[in-house]
């Protein structure tokens, strides 16, 4: 009788990847995030990533980040992965669940992380962590007892033929 394998992936990799990926589903030309809600026994329960709402054409709404005028950029349209993935969940409460998510949430994807009732984000870039934003987030986390943390890259390549 052999052995299992030893080099499988870690449970937070595997999750970090299924975001990473749903991401890749992004039309927005800057930013491609993605995020992935897991229960405490680690299923998966949800994926999103951001776009425009349904019905709303990809090709008719603005993919611009500056404008004069707001309704000619993207920012008033998009919907966060964080948000379309629980809005995409169809099973009953997201209590205690775990939320992977490329890109730590902005206060309006933490304000909808918290009501629906998760409690640990785990993100793996932070690149907007000086703007009211996302210091609002943790803030709210906070007070919430939300528990966030940087994921811990392994360095390890995931590479998927399809």
């Given at each position: 009788m052999s052995d299992k394998r030893k080099d499988y992936i870690s449970w937070d990799?595997?999750?970090?990847?299924?975001?990473?990926?749903?991401?890749m589903r992004s039309k927005d030309?800057?930013?491609?995030?993605?995020?992935?809600i897991v229960s405490a026994d680690n299923k998966i329960l949800s994926i999103g990533y951001n776009g425009f709402p349904r019905g709303c054409s990809d090709d008719a709404f603005p993919w611009s980040r500056d404008d004069e005028d707001p309704l000619k950029t993207k920012?008033?349209?998009?919907?966060?992965?964080?948000?379309?993935?629980?809005?995409?969940?169809?099973g009953g409460s997201l209590e205690g669940a775990k939320l992977y998510v490329s890109l730590f949430p902005c206060n309006e994807?933490?304000?909808?992380?918290?009501?629906?009732?998760?409690?640990?984000?785990?993100?793996?870039?932070d690149k907007y962590d000086k703007t009211p934003a996302v210091?609002?987030?943790k803030m709210m986390f906070q007070a919430a007892g939300v528990a966030f943390q940087k994921y811990e890259a392994t360095g390890r390549k995931i590479q998927i033929e399809v």
């Open positions: 990799e595997y999750f970090m990847a299924v975001a990473k990926l749903a991401g030309p800057n930013s491609q995030v993605g995020c992935c920012y008033i349209y998009v919907t966060h992965s964080e948000l379309n993935a629980i809005l995409n969940y169809r994807c933490a304000k909808a992380i918290i009501q629906a009732g998760i409690r640990t984000v785990i993100y793996d870039c210091i609002a987030s």
